[in-house]
């Protein structure tokens, strides 16, 4: 297992704390976390400490994918590795921010519905023996997304304190740009799913 592997067996693993962090009742075992204030924003202290760990996560996906393609590492291992990483970090995170609050339901439902839809047409197109590359839409979507998280596990701060909702903008560009890259994949590979 190469070094970028490792790397994205670490987001994984970093993934799961951040879902245990954000779902296990700690106050069935009396177990509080800090809660602070600012400006009458009421702060909870695991949320901070998730959007830490997804930070360190997020960087993991941009790392490993770096050295992968720099040192001629990219494997077939690492690639479905790293597709998996990527939506047990985000799809997981959204749909738990959603279900807590923090973000509009309709986000995770366009995402997970979009992965689902992508991952169809990739597995059709193995099928067939093509691999279907990632395409700049979907990193870009990816992108705004995690930015878009981010922002939303820090109450989207300082932003918040003028009234700016930058996190709904970025979750907002990440789900547009996640419709218009599934209609990118379906326009590039429509002729390989329909050929039979």
């Known amino acids: 297992m190469n070094l970028p592997t490792k790397l994205t067996v670490i987001r994984i693993f970093i993934s799961f704390i951040i879902i245990f962090i954000l779902l296990f009742p700690f106050y069935e075992i009396s177990v509080s976390f800090p809660q602070y204030t600012i400006d009458g924003i009421i702060i909870r202290s695991e949320y901070i400490i998730a959007g830490i760990l997804f930070i360190i996560a997020s960087l993991t996906d941009f790392i490993d994918g770096y050295l992968a393609r720099k040192n001629n ?13 990527d939506k047990i970090l985000v799809d997981s995170v959204l749909i738990i921010l959603a279900c807590h609050g923090f973000i509009n339901p309709l986000v995770p439902v366009i995402i997970v519905l979009r992965d689902i839809f992508v991952n169809a047409i990739k597995m059709q197109a193995a099928s067939s023996g093509k691999v ?41 560009l990440g789900s547009v740009m996640s419709v218009v890259s599934a209609f990118q994949y379906y326009n590039m590979n429509k002729q390989l799913l329909f050929n039979d």
Not at 73 to 85: E, R
Not at 146 to 151: K, S, V
């Open 132 to 172: 279907v590359a990632a395409i700049k839409t979907g990193k870009f979507k990816t992108a705004s997304l995690m930015i878009g998280i981010i922002l939303s596990f820090f109450y989207n701060l300082p932003f918040e304190l003028f009234g700016l909702n930058v996190a709904g903008f970025f979750l907002l």
């Open 73 to 85: 590492q990219v494997t077939d291992l690492g690639k479905m590795l790293d597709a998996i990483a």
